[in-house]
């Protein structure tokens, strides 16, 4: 019966290797909380999250004054009870934002050191759906200076080249005309047979502007339109969902089973994003998983793919887990020891207990140091 002897905390600060830029801001650099939960049979599982471009300490306040409190001593195996008791104290400053982030860490190491003791990968631990390989598509499509249309249909070939058959881009930063020229760049130079996804990472405010694109976008199918709009804005998802053929995918920042909830009763959204290490950890994300199972909706999680994979290869209505070939927008990669791999778009699942991998620990001590519960840092 392991029992939590202790945790650690990091939060890192990691710059972008170049600017990056979304429909309505720019990112520099990114924050990354990090958790160890060391068990007293010498075991340890790891968690994490984004936190976003700045304020990564506040992952580290939520951890070590709200939350370890609840797990120290306590048998890892009550996964159930203890993300209610992590939720409940945590009621009044958490529920969403960074506290659940934080929430969602220390869940996904309590799953990772549970697979560790049991000494089975992640996905098989939950019950695999795929044993082997899960489908990805390729991440990419961001805005730089200087980049055309054409620049915009060599990346999204480079990508079926490597092998994906679904590949995606940003869009909603210019018109609606300038976005259908990058839109057709990207259709003609991966041909009609590969899926064209579309993110527009809330970019637009309402039905009327969102129109104004879609009804140009229509004709080159994509696959999804990502959050078209505010996170929070569920009625305007789904009058969109309504007025266009594309299907509408959101969710990658929902907290909670209960705003999962309200997006499927609005019929808001046919493709979730949910992002297990957002939303409240797999505790929480596999609860919203098997709901939207239950309304014929499909799972596609948000960002990292390390820590996806094996949960897309557990649920049956998981269909792709988003890929970033390197590091330049998805630096997170350079902060862990093993990478998953891909062939012809499907990715390699780990076969080492739990998630397959730990933190490199040298890049993380060029950016930070990890703290004790206790005060006590290393």
């Not at 805005?143 to 881009?169: C, I, R, W």
Request: net charge negative.
């Amino acid at each position: 019966m392991p029992r939590i002897q202790s945790i650690e905390v990091c939060a890192v600060a990691l710059p972008l290797d170049r600017v990056t830029s979304f429909a309505r801001r720019t990112v520099s650099a990114r924050h990354y909380g990090l958790v160890r939960v060391r068990s007293d049979e010498g075991l340890c599982g790891i968690g994490f999250c984004y936190v976003g471009s700045a304020a990564g300490r506040l992952f580290t306040v939520a951890v070590e004054d709200l939350l370890a409190k609840v797990l120290i001593g306590r048998d890892s195996h009550a996964v159930e009870g203890l993300w209610a008791e992590m939720y409940q104290e945590a009621l009044l400053q958490g529920r969403a934002g960074t506290v659940m982030r934080a929430i969602s860490a220390l869940d996904t190491a309590l799953w990772d050191l549970n697979a560790r003791s049991a000494g089975l990968p992640l996905h098989r631990y939950l019950g695999a759906n795929a044993l082997d390989t899960v489908p990805g598509y390729a991440s990419g499509g961001y805005y730089l200076d200087g980049k055309t249309p054409q620049h915009l249909g060599e990346e999204m070939a480079s990508y079926v080249a490597m092998g994906f058959q679904a590949v995606k881009m940003k869009t909603g930063r210019l018109s609606p005309a300038e976005e259908e020229a990058r839109l057709r760049a990207a259709r003609e130079a991966v041909g009609p047979d590969v899926e064209l996804m579309m993110d527009c990472n809330n970019g637009w405010t309402d039905v009327t502007q969102a129109l104004q694109y879609m009804q140009r976008f229509e004709p080159y199918r994509p696959y999804f339109i990502e959050e078209p709009f505010s996170p929070d804005d569920i009625d305007n998802h789904a009058r969109l969902a309504r007025a266009t053929r594309v299907p509408v995918a959101t969710a990658e920042i929902g907290y909670g089973r209960w705003y999962h909830q309200a997006l499927l009763e609005k019929q808001a959204a046919a493709i979730l994003q949910t992002d297990a290490v957002v939303c409240g950890g797999i505790t929480e994300w596999r609860r919203i998983a098997a709901n939207a199972a239950s309304h014929g909706v499909v799972m596609c999680p948000h960002w990292v793919h390390a820590g996806h994979a094996p949960l897309v290869a557990a649920t049956p209505n998981a269909r792709y887990v988003e890929f970033f070939w390197d590091d330049q927008v998805l630096n997170f990669r350079r902060l862990i020891d093993r990478q998953l791999g891909q062939r012809n778009g499907q990715i390699t699942l780990h076969t080492g207990p739990g998630l397959g991998f730990d933190f490199d620990e040298q890049e993380i001590a060029r950016h930070a140091r990890w703290v004790r519960v206790d005060g006590s840092a290393r």
